[in-house]
């Protein structure tokens, strides 16, 4: 459990009246690391790094992926899953959208069924990137889920998957060819999982980020989305997701 969060649970279940975003108060900090001496020695040996491109090569960086902060674009809960080769139609097929219900989805139309279904994020989207199509879902997870991961990755076919949950752990999952190489929560990156846990790493370094350390990574959403990038070679930018695209609910075999 992340740090952050584990303060802001306790400090919850101690009535100190702590939000789930922002920052966390000085005292309640304080008063957390007085009340759990092991966690503070823990996080005495937690470095928080920043990562960058220290050598520019003209391939994606975090500061690309800045504008994923700004909540309008996106939102505290986030899953976009970049899937190499199929067309916009077959992933929102293989995420388990009917044909006949695909059609044209604005973002207004996403907000109004998250209203209509107390942010039950059921719709997903479809941009088309070229060699790779990328899913979109605000408030949803479908793309991290082990059964939609082999599906859009089966028969050689490569997917990538970053997702952002503001009130639990974020997300990043690298699978091939139905297996998944490697995965791990990207503001900690050196606790890694998958039959190919090492898969990754040198793009981790290209990006200033240690894989063998057990750092805090600071901007750590931007810098999984530049990883994606990196190896993909696709960039999403905010112009993507101000039109209507291909899109629809969930609703088999998946969903439910």
């Given amino acids: 459990m992340e740090l952050s969060r584990r303060i802001r649970e306790w400090g919850r279940a101690q009535g100190l009246g702590v939000s789930d975003r922002g920052l966390i108060a000085s005292h309640v900090i304080d008063a957390f ?3 759990n ?10 470095e928080l790094v920043r990562a960058t491109v220290r050598e520019p090569d003209g391939r994606a960086t975090p500061d690309d992926y800045a504008w994923q902060d700004d909540l309008w674009a996106l939102g505290p809960i986030y899953t976009l899953t970049f899937v190499q080769h199929p067309d916009e139609r077959e992933v929102l097929r293989r995420f388990g959208v009917a044909p006949q219900d695909i059609g044209p989805l604005t973002d207004d139309d996403v907000d109004e069924r998250l209203q209509a279904t107390d942010g039950h994020g059921d719709l997903v989207r479809a941009v088309d990137l070229g060699e790779w199509t990328v899913a979109v879902e605000k408030y949803g997870w479908q793309g991290l889920r082990p059964e939609v991961l082999l599906e859009l990755s089966r028969d050689g076919g490569r997917v990538i998957v970053v997702s952002r949950h503001d009130y639990a752990n974020h997300h990043f999952a690298y699978a091939a060819d139905g297996q998944v190489l490697t995965s791990f929560n990207p503001e900690f990156p050196g606790n890694r999982e998958g039959v190919a846990p090492d898969h990754l790493d040198e793009h981790l370094r290209e990006l200033g980020i240690d894989p063998a350390a057990d750092d805090q990574i600071d901007n750590h959403l931007p810098a999984a989305l530049a990883l994606v990038s ?20 969930v609703t088999a075999p998946f969903w439910g």
């Fill in 33 to 35: 690391f007085a009340a």
């Fill in 37 to 46: 001496p092991d966690a503070l020695a823990a996080a005495d040996r937690i």
């Fill in 230 to 249: 990196r190896i993909s070679g696709a960039v999403l930018t905010p112009a993507h997701l101000s039109k209507p695209l291909p899109g629809g609910r």
